[in-house]
Each structure stands twice: as structure tokens, then as C-alpha cells.
């Protein structure tokens, strides 16, 4: 059985620090493509950063880079995101997704709130 199960989320102020973390069991981690989404209240999921298992590249969204970092543990198939300098827009609902082929596997997602 699949599953993805995040961790990490919670309420922080304005220029905090989270780490998320997705573990990750039932497929065979290392050949995925791990990506983190987040949904804001009324507003479109979007995708906010993603690390290929297979050779470690990475990709970010523009307005988190510098300030999020992925990363990936092949080992405990566990796949991190660690955010930085935190803002009131980054409040949203943070997805962990697998892809790989046909198959794409989603969490039930981790509330980050950012908040004074």
C-alpha cells in the first residue's frame, strides 16, 4: 500500500523556519521524481519544488528560491522540505507528491500557517 505521510507543518511568525518531511513507503523511492505542492486558501495548488531521486536535480519556484531548500533521503525514503525566512504568503496547505512513469502518489498534506 501506498502511502506519503508529511510532517513538520504548524504556525510560525514572519521570517521563522519549518522543515517538512514526507515518508514515504509501499513504492521504490529512489526511482521517483519527490515534489512539494502547496494550496493557499482560494487560491490554485501550485508547485513548489521538486528533486529527482535518480541524479539529485532540483527545482524551485521563484519566490521560494534561496529561501526553501529540498532534500531527499534515499535511505529512509523520506523526503524533506526546509523553509526559511518564512512569509505571511507561504500560509498554505504543503503537498508531498511521487511521480514516476504512469504512477503519481499525493499525502494528505500538512497545514503551514505564517502568522503574527
Known amino acids: 500500500q501506498v502511502q506519503l505521510v508529511e510532517s513538520g507543518g504548524g504556525l510560525v511568525q514572519p521570517g521563522g523556519s519549518l522543515r517538512l518531511s514526507c515518508a514515504a513507503s509501499?513504492?521504490?523511492?529512489?526511482?521517483?521524481?519527490m515534489s512539494w505542492h502547496r494550496q493557499a486558501p482560494g487560491k490554485e495548488r501550485e508547485l513548489v519544488a521538486f528533486?529527482?531521486?535518480?541524479?539529485?536535480?532540483?527545482n524551485y519556484k521563484d519566490s521560494v528560491k534561496g529561501r526553501f531548500t529540498i532534500s531527499s533521503d534515499n535511505a529512509k525514503s523520506t523526503v524533506y522540505l526546509q523553509m526559511n525566512s518564512l512569509k505571511p504568503e507561504d500560509t498554505a496547505v504543503y503537498y508531498c507528491?511521487?511521480?514516476?512513469?504512469?504512477?503519481?502518489?499525493w499525502g494528505q498534506g500538512t497545514q503551514v500557517t505564517v502568522s503574527s
Open positions: 528533486i529527482n531521486n535518480i541524479g539529485g536535480s532540483t
Open positions: 509501499g513504492f521504490t523511492f529512489r526511482n521517483f521524481v
Open positions: 507528491t511521487a511521480d514516476y512513469s504512469t504512477f503519481h502518489y
